[in-house]
Nanobody, 123 residues
Framework: QRQLVESGGGLVQTGGSLRLSCATSGRTFSMYTMGWFRQAPGKEREIVAAISWSGGGLYYADSVKGRFTISRDNVKNTVYLQMNSLKPEDTAVYYC????????????????WGQGTQATVSS
């Protein structure tokens, strides 16, 4: 069973930074597209960023372009989300997800999910 485990969430002030990590087990991790999603209270889960298996394909939601950076290390079996210039509206539970095949933005296209990590940005 493939597992995704997120870490790195916490409480920061507006303008601060957090770096989320998603560690995965499974021999084929390097062949999976990875995505970061977030869900705020009372809102739908939405995609934040995604990265293809090679790292050559990237996607960012408009709301995070220029502030967030997704990356992956296929040797360490880990994907990262560097979040800078954080705003209160970035407050959410952040989830790591994996899918085989190319980048997709729909959450239903992802087959494997982590348990989530809370990121809270205070004003």
């Amino acid at each position: 069973q493939r597992q995704l485990v997120e870490s790195g969430g916490g409480l920061v002030q507006t303008g601060g930074s957090l770096r989320l990590s998603c560690a995965t087990s499974g021999r084929t991790f390097s062949m999976y597209t990875m995505g970061w999603f977030r869900q705020a209270p009372g809102k739908e889960r939405e995609i934040v960023a995604a990265i293809s298996w090679s790292g050559g394909g990237l996607y960012y939601a408009d709301s995070v372009k220029g502030r967030f950076t997704i990356s992956r290390d296929n040797v360490k079996n880990t994907v990262y989300l560097q979040m800078n210039s954080l705003k209160p509206e970035d407050t959410a539970v952040y989830y790591c997800a994996a899918r085989s095949g190319p980048i997709r933005v729909a959450k239903d296209a992802y087959d494997y999910w982590g348990q989530g990590t809370q990121a809270t940005v205070s004003s």
